[in-house]
Protein backbone atom coordinates (compact mmCIF):
# COMPACT_ATOMS: atom_id res chain seq x y z
CA UNK A 1 0.00 0.00 0.00
CA UNK A 2 1.13 3.37 -1.00
CA UNK A 3 0.65 6.50 1.30
CA UNK A 4 0.50 9.93 1.31
CA UNK A 5 3.56 11.79 3.04
CA UNK A 6 5.59 14.96 2.58
CA UNK A 7 7.53 15.27 -0.90
CA UNK A 8 11.39 14.88 -0.01
CA UNK A 9 14.10 14.70 -2.09
CA UNK A 10 16.39 11.95 -2.17
CA UNK A 11 19.08 13.63 -0.62
CA UNK A 12 16.64 14.85 2.26
CA UNK A 13 15.59 10.98 2.62
CA UNK A 14 19.56 9.75 2.58
CA UNK A 15 20.40 12.34 5.08
CA UNK A 16 17.58 11.14 7.23
CA UNK A 17 18.94 7.37 7.07
CA UNK A 18 22.00 8.69 8.20
CA UNK A 19 21.24 10.37 11.28
CA UNK A 20 19.27 7.20 11.95
CA UNK A 21 21.91 4.98 11.42
CA UNK A 22 23.98 6.83 14.39
CA UNK A 23 23.99 5.53 17.98
CA UNK A 24 20.74 6.10 20.03
CA UNK A 25 20.62 5.97 23.61
CA UNK A 26 18.35 6.91 26.88
CA UNK A 27 19.74 9.73 28.82
CA UNK A 28 16.79 9.66 31.27
CA UNK A 29 13.55 9.83 33.16
CA UNK A 30 12.73 13.40 33.79
CA UNK A 31 9.33 13.38 36.56
CA UNK A 32 10.24 17.04 37.32
CA UNK A 33 10.54 20.17 35.22
CA UNK A 34 14.02 20.94 37.26
CA UNK A 35 15.46 17.45 36.08
CA UNK A 36 15.01 18.85 32.49
CA UNK A 37 18.80 18.73 30.82
CA UNK A 38 20.21 22.01 30.89
CA UNK A 39 20.99 22.11 26.66
CA UNK A 40 20.85 23.86 23.34
CA UNK A 41 20.52 20.70 21.71
CA UNK A 42 17.18 20.97 19.50
CA UNK A 43 14.45 18.55 21.23
CA UNK A 44 11.48 16.73 18.96
CA UNK A 45 8.99 15.28 21.19
CA UNK A 46 6.19 12.32 20.33
CA UNK A 47 2.95 13.02 22.34
CA UNK A 48 -0.65 10.88 21.68
CA UNK A 49 -2.81 8.97 23.48
CA UNK A 50 -1.65 6.38 25.68
CA UNK A 51 -1.05 3.08 23.40
CA UNK A 52 -0.85 4.80 20.39
CA UNK A 53 2.27 3.48 19.66
CA UNK A 54 5.12 5.94 20.77
CA UNK A 55 7.38 3.63 21.82
CA UNK A 56 6.99 1.07 19.04
CA UNK A 57 7.46 4.02 16.71
CA UNK A 58 11.12 5.17 18.47
CA UNK A 59 12.52 1.80 18.74
CA UNK A 60 11.68 1.57 14.80
CA UNK A 61 13.00 4.91 13.92
CA UNK A 62 16.42 4.15 15.57
CA UNK A 63 15.91 0.10 14.55
CA UNK A 64 16.70 -0.82 18.35
CA UNK A 65 13.73 -3.15 19.59
CA UNK A 66 14.21 -2.20 23.12
CA UNK A 67 14.80 1.50 23.15
CA UNK A 68 12.34 2.73 24.17
CA UNK A 69 10.26 0.64 26.21
CA UNK A 70 6.99 -1.08 24.96
CA UNK A 71 3.93 -2.20 26.78
CA UNK A 72 0.21 -3.08 26.03
CA UNK A 73 -0.84 -1.43 29.18
CA UNK A 74 -1.77 1.83 28.28
CA UNK A 75 -0.01 4.52 30.41
CA UNK A 76 3.09 2.98 31.20
CA UNK A 77 5.29 5.48 30.54
CA UNK A 78 4.57 7.69 33.40
CA UNK A 79 7.85 10.49 33.03
CA UNK A 80 9.72 12.34 29.84
CA UNK A 81 12.12 10.25 28.96
CA UNK A 82 15.01 11.49 26.86
CA UNK A 83 16.89 9.92 23.90
CA UNK A 84 20.20 11.54 22.48
CA UNK A 85 20.53 10.50 18.89
CA UNK A 86 24.35 11.42 17.88
CA UNK A 87 24.77 14.19 20.30
CA UNK A 88 22.57 15.82 17.52
CA UNK A 89 18.96 16.05 18.76
CA UNK A 90 17.33 14.68 21.77
CA UNK A 91 13.96 13.03 21.08
CA UNK A 92 11.52 12.84 24.27
CA UNK A 93 8.63 10.11 24.36
CA UNK A 94 6.26 11.90 26.73
CA UNK A 95 3.29 10.07 28.89
CA UNK A 96 0.51 8.84 26.98
CA UNK A 97 -2.09 11.42 27.40
CA UNK A 98 -5.69 10.19 28.15
CA UNK A 99 -6.61 6.94 29.68
CA UNK A 100 -3.69 5.80 31.71
CA UNK A 101 -4.35 2.31 34.55
CA UNK A 102 -2.61 4.99 37.58
CA UNK A 103 -4.23 6.85 40.19
CA UNK A 104 -6.29 10.35 38.89
CA UNK A 105 -3.97 11.84 41.19
CA UNK A 106 -1.26 10.81 39.43
CA UNK A 107 -2.16 11.14 35.65
CA UNK A 108 -3.12 14.94 36.71
CA UNK A 109 0.52 14.98 37.81
CA UNK A 110 1.73 13.80 34.53
CA UNK A 111 -0.35 15.93 32.55
CA UNK A 112 0.70 19.39 34.57
CA UNK A 113 4.47 18.00 33.74
CA UNK A 114 3.47 17.62 29.91
CA UNK A 115 2.09 20.73 29.48
CA UNK A 116 4.48 22.94 31.64
CA UNK A 117 7.28 21.02 29.23
CA UNK A 118 5.60 22.02 25.89
CA UNK A 119 4.62 25.65 27.03
CA UNK A 120 7.98 26.16 28.05
CA UNK A 121 10.63 24.76 26.28
CA UNK A 122 12.75 26.85 23.95
CA UNK A 123 14.59 24.12 22.08
CA UNK A 124 11.38 22.39 21.66
CA UNK A 125 11.85 22.42 17.62
CA UNK A 126 8.29 20.06 16.75
CA UNK A 127 5.88 18.32 17.99
CA UNK A 128 4.63 15.00 16.68
CA UNK A 129 1.26 14.19 18.11
CA UNK A 130 0.24 10.52 17.34
CA UNK A 131 -2.91 9.21 15.96
CA UNK A 132 -4.13 5.68 15.91
CA UNK A 133 -5.02 5.49 11.97
CA UNK A 134 -7.92 3.09 13.11
CA UNK A 135 -9.91 5.77 15.66
CA UNK A 136 -8.78 9.42 13.70
CA UNK A 137 -8.66 12.37 16.12
CA UNK A 138 -10.14 12.25 19.40
CA UNK A 139 -12.08 15.13 21.49
CA UNK A 140 -9.15 14.37 23.73
CA UNK A 141 -6.50 14.83 20.64
CA UNK A 142 -8.02 18.18 19.88
CA UNK A 143 -7.85 19.20 23.68
CA UNK A 144 -4.22 18.30 22.89
CA UNK A 145 -4.07 20.60 19.75
CA UNK A 146 -5.63 23.52 21.00
CA UNK A 147 -2.88 23.76 23.70
CA UNK A 148 -0.62 23.51 21.39
CA UNK A 149 -1.93 26.38 19.59
CA UNK A 150 -1.94 28.40 22.86
CA UNK A 151 1.69 27.60 23.42
CA UNK A 152 2.42 28.52 19.87
CA UNK A 153 4.23 25.07 19.50
CA UNK A 154 4.73 23.80 16.22
CA UNK A 155 3.32 20.35 16.14
CA UNK A 156 2.47 17.76 12.88
CA UNK A 157 0.33 14.50 12.79
CA UNK A 158 1.88 11.48 12.37
CA UNK A 159 -1.10 8.54 11.59
CA UNK A 160 0.05 5.33 13.14
CA UNK A 161 -1.10 1.38 12.49
CA UNK A 162 -1.58 1.95 9.27
CA UNK A 163 -1.59 -1.40 8.31
CA UNK A 164 -4.02 -2.50 10.42
CA UNK A 165 -6.58 -0.48 8.25
CA UNK A 166 -7.92 -0.84 4.32
CA UNK A 167 -6.70 1.52 1.84
CA UNK A 168 -10.22 3.18 1.73
CA UNK A 169 -10.18 3.56 5.86
CA UNK A 170 -6.61 5.38 5.54
CA UNK A 171 -7.82 7.70 2.52
CA UNK A 172 -10.92 8.42 4.40
CA UNK A 173 -9.34 9.28 8.08
CA UNK A 174 -6.11 11.67 6.05
CA UNK A 175 -8.79 13.44 4.65
CA UNK A 176 -10.93 13.85 7.98
CA UNK A 177 -7.30 14.99 9.73
CA UNK A 178 -6.18 17.08 7.08
CA UNK A 179 -9.83 19.33 6.88
CA UNK A 180 -9.67 18.94 11.10
CA UNK A 181 -6.12 20.68 10.96
CA UNK A 182 -6.83 23.89 8.99
CA UNK A 183 -8.80 24.57 12.06
CA UNK A 184 -5.48 24.72 14.02
CA UNK A 185 -2.73 27.63 13.85
CA UNK A 186 0.12 25.85 15.14
CA UNK A 187 -0.43 22.65 13.12
CA UNK A 188 2.18 21.70 10.17
CA UNK A 189 -0.11 20.66 7.10
CA UNK A 190 2.35 17.59 6.05
CA UNK A 191 0.78 14.72 7.60
CA UNK A 192 2.85 11.52 7.69
CA UNK A 193 0.91 7.57 7.19
CA UNK A 194 3.16 5.13 8.96
CA UNK A 195 3.44 1.79 10.63
CA UNK A 196 5.90 0.68 13.01
CA UNK A 197 5.14 -2.87 12.18
CA UNK A 198 5.37 -2.98 8.49
CA UNK A 199 8.18 -0.14 8.61
CA UNK A 200 6.06 2.45 6.60
CA UNK A 201 6.73 6.27 6.25
CA UNK A 202 9.41 6.00 8.72
CA UNK A 203 11.96 7.68 6.21
CA UNK A 204 9.65 10.37 6.06
CA UNK A 205 9.63 10.63 9.35
CA UNK A 206 13.46 10.35 9.81
CA UNK A 207 14.11 12.93 6.68
CA UNK A 208 11.44 15.16 8.94
CA UNK A 209 12.93 14.94 11.56
CA UNK A 210 17.05 15.01 10.01
CA UNK A 211 15.36 18.21 8.76
CA UNK A 212 15.34 19.92 12.75
CA UNK A 213 18.87 18.68 13.66
CA UNK A 214 20.65 21.04 12.03
Known sequence: MEFTAPEFTQEQLDKGKELFKQ??????????LEQLPLTEMPEVAFAGR???????????????????KTSNTPGRTQQLNYFNLNNQ????DLPGYGFAQAPESI????QKLIFAYLQGRVNLKRVFVLIDSRHGIKKVDTEIMDMLDKAAVTYQIILTKTDKI?????????????????KHAAAYVDIIATSSEKKQG??????EISSLAD
Open 23 to 32: PCTFVLGVAH
Open 50 to 68: SNVGKSSIINALTSQKGLA
Open 89 to 92: IHIV
Open 107 to 110: VKQW
Open 166 to 182: SRNALEKVMAETKEAIK
Open 202 to 207: LDELRA
